[in-house]
């Protein structure tokens, strides 16, 4: 058998990378391109999945039927995100229960995003507007990502996420031109989540360990500080054209670089949360371990019926 030559097997995938031609499962790729694509398409999977939770905190409450019809869609929207992303990191040789059980002991991350809590119905409005628009700005760029099958999930993601995003514009639009007290309760809850919002782009690209490699394999397109530029760029106007004000007195338009400056981030609170201390973090990870320990059941009545179809099929021919 020939030997294998590792050195020209690098020097094809980084042909294959700068080609713009994407990397499939059964291609060869280096053991540090899997290991990335493992941790980011696992963290947001956990993402996906953990987020449904401050939502599902609204179902019952929210204020008419047509709301809660609608957000009972999105939350089962990100349900089909996560089973999506967890299928696309299996692509890469990863456990998916492993993947889960990585989350639950910590070790694996989500978006610091989903560790604040929803207080008003302001905040669902909020979600889908800021989060949901941070998520886009985030993901489209990932349907060109270099990994085939995370690309490709991406597809179907982003056009949901953007139904998401102006279903939460809509509902913040409603409060702000309603009573005094509904605008107030939509202006309380910008005030809270602009912040968060903007640090769910992660670290600056000065702190960021993973950036700079990301962006040499083509798995993101732009750095974390470029992706957050956009999303200010492009949600001020809205703010504005809706009467509400963004929580930022340095905030102005430059007219030099084309986009708005703005405050630092508090990136002491950021690492708080990423590290386990915000203010949902513990009851965010309780609720996912409860969740897989009451449906151990439903699985093993699934995978045995399932194994009971399959062997009948064998069976019967």
């Known amino acids: ?48 999945i953990v987020g ?20 009972l869609a999105k939350i089962q929207d990100e349900a089909g995100h996560g089973l999506y992303l967890y299928s696309a990191v299996e692509t890469l040789g990863a456990d ?72 939460g514009f809509e509902i913040v639009t409603t409060l702000a031109q309603g009573t005094a007290e509904q605008k107030a309760m939509a202006q309380d809850a910008l005030n809270r989540w602009w912040w968060p919002a903007l640090m769910m782009f992660g670290p600056s690209d000065a702190e960021s360990k993973h950036t700079e490699q990301s962006m040499r394999w083509k798995i993101k397109r732009h750095t974390n500080d470029e992706l957050r530029q956009m999303f200010v760029n492009a949600t001020v106007p809205q703010a504005e054209l809706i009467g509400l004000k963004v929580p930022d007195d340095n905030l102005t338009y430059n007219e030099e670089k084309g986009g708005y400056d703005f405050s630092d981030i508090d990136w002491d609170e950021f690492w708080q949360v990423v590290n386990g201390h915000g203010i949902c973090n513990k009851e965010r990870i309780e609720a996912r371990k409860k969740a897989k320990e009451e449906g151990i059941w439903v699985r093993e009545a699934a995978l045995a019926y399932a194994e009971k179809r399959a062997a009948r099929r064998k069976q019967a021919s």
């Not at 990585?102 to 995003?113: E, F, N, P, Q, W």
Request: proline share 5%.
């Open 1 to 48: 058998m020939k030997e294998v030559n590792i050195s020209d097997l690098e020097r094809k995938f980084e042909e294959r990378i700068a080609a713009e031609i994407r990397i499939e499962p059964n291609d060869w790729m280096p053991e540090n391109y899997r290991k990335t694509l493992i941790r980011q398409i696992s963290q947001h999977a956990h993402s996906e």
């Open 52 to 71: 449904q939770l401050p939502e599902g905190n609204w179902v019952t409450r929210a204020p008419n039927l047509r709301r809660k019809a609608v957000l």
């Open 96 to 167: 998916r229960e492993e993947t889960i059980d990585d989350l639950h002991t910590g070790k694996a991350k989500y978006s610091s995003i989903f560790n604040y809590p929803t207080l008003t119905w302001a905040d669902i409005g909020m979600v889908g507007w800021l989060v949901d628009g941070a998520a886009i700005m985030n993901q489209v760029p990932l349907c060109r990502t270099s990994y085939g099958p995370y690309a490709r999930a991406m597809v179907r993601v982003c056009k949901e996420e953007s139904f998401h995003q102006r279903q």
